[in-house]
């Protein structure tokens, strides 16, 4: 019971909704419960918010339209490794809407993502 007694929370940043600017810092697949790739933003530094995409392929779905905005043509490829996802996205610059749902966890409005021209 100790051990539970000294763990910490950590008191995170609020930011306003908005338009933000921020980097990719990382591409995570997860199955549980279905299958994902989340990509994690950092924006100014110290806040990072997560969006999760359906790890479905194709020109209409919310990860190929994001694919697809940073340069990678779908028409040209049968599949896509996790691995080449990451060597895409990792260390760009993205715009992005955030907003908060209604149990207050910052989340990102995913078809508002645009690569940083």
């Known amino acids: 019971m100790e051990e539970i007694e000294e ?4 008191v995170r940043e ?12 990382d591409i ?3 199955d549980e419960p279905y299958e994902y790739i989340d990509v994690i933003f950092e924006i100014g530094g110290n806040v990072q918010v997560k ?11 919310q990860l ?3 694919l ?16 080449d996802i990451k060597k895409l996205l990792k260390g760009k ?13 910052l989340r ?6 645009k690569p940083v021209a």
């Open 93 to 105: 610059k993205a715009t992005l809407l955030v907003s908060y749902d209604d149990n207050g966890f």
């Open 28 to 30: 995570r697949y997860r």
């Open 68 to 83: 697809e905005a940073f340069g990678m043509d779908l028409s040209k490829v049968k599949k896509v490794k996790i691995g």
């Open 64 to 66: 190929g339209k994001l």
């Open 14 to 25: 609020i930011i306003e909704e908005g338009k933000y600017e921020a980097e990719i810092v």
């Open 51 to 61: 969006a999760g995409y359906p790890a479905r392929l194709s020109k209409k779905t």
């Open 7 to 10: 763990k910490e929370i950590e």
């Open 108 to 113: 990102v409005v995913k078809d508002s993502v």
